[in-house]
């Protein structure tokens, strides 16, 4: 006979058992479903709600199927007219999720919670903290946990967030123009501020 661990239920035969099939019941049973907890992708196209479920293997099979739990990458392809929810088994593990669908999110969730929610093109792990799944890392950077100078190239100013800044220009032309303020200034590209040898003194107010 074999007993089974706790979490990816791979056999572990009993010493002095299994004559006769003890190299088929220890390839099905524990080598396939190592490789797979490691390496392998399953795939789901579409639209409907996957349950994923631990399968078992024996001496005649390895009975991995197309919702075995097991698996280390979550990947969704083709077109989602709606959320599509992956519901996963209800012990320590840990998945890769590759949304790589398109049109709708898909909620990854322990069975009975709400889950996470998975964006097309995010990648992400998710784990089972002893209640529901939730993300570990993300290809997507919420705006909520940014924190100083983003760069253009990903979608910021690349500046600092600012409060309202005074621009003071004072001086007369015939003589000296002096600008004092923040950095990071546009200036007006048209327009008169003021008349050659004339003085001028105004503020702009202004907010990053």
Known sequence: MAAETGQL??????????????????????????NI?????????????ITLANTVGSASA????????????IRITGTQTVT???TGPSYSKLYMVDHAG?????????????GVTVAVGEKCFVYYNGTDYVKAASSVTSASNIT????????GTGV??????????????????????????????SGTVAT???AIAFSIVFGL
Request: glycine share 12%; no cysteine.
């Open 196 to 198: 050659k040898g004339n």
């Open 160 to 189: 600092a967030n600012n409060a309202a800044s005074t621009l003071t220009i004072s001086g007369n032309f015939a003589t000296t123009l002096t600008v004092t303020g923040t950095t990071n200034i546009t200036m007006p590209t």
């Open 148 to 155: 100083g100078i983003v760069a253009p190239a990903n979608g």
């Open 37 to 49: 907890a490691i390496a392998g992708t399953l795939s789901f196209a579409g639209d409907g709600a």
């Open 62 to 73: 390895s009975n991995i199927g197309s919702t075995t739990a097991q698996y280390a990458v």
């Open 102 to 114: 398109a049109t709708s999110a898909v909620t990854f969730k322990a069975s009975g919670q709400t």
């Open 9 to 34: 239920q791979l056999l572990t035969p009993t010493q002095g058992t299994l004559s006769g099939t003890w190299g088929d019941t220890v390839n099905n049973g524990i080598t396939e479903y190592v």
């Open 84 to 86: 599509k929810v992956i």
